[in-house]
């Protein structure tokens, strides 16, 4: 899929899990505001 296919109002956010199995704090954060950012558009 390249961008010219996407639509204007499609937006995705991605928040890869840790490979040690915990969640640092700072990563947690990150998503949040990922999160956040992606459902405001």
């Keep these: 899929m390249t ?3 996407l639509k204007p109002e499609s937006n ?3 928040f890869a899990p840790s490979t040690t199995g ?3 704090p ?3 954060l990150a998503g949040l505001l990922c999160w956040l ?3 405001s558009r």
């Design 12 to 14: 995705r956010g991605r």
């Design 3 to 5: 961008t010219e296919e």
């Design 37 to 39: 950012d992606a459902r």
């Design 22 to 24: 915990g969640v640092h």
């Design 26 to 28: 700072g990563t947690l």
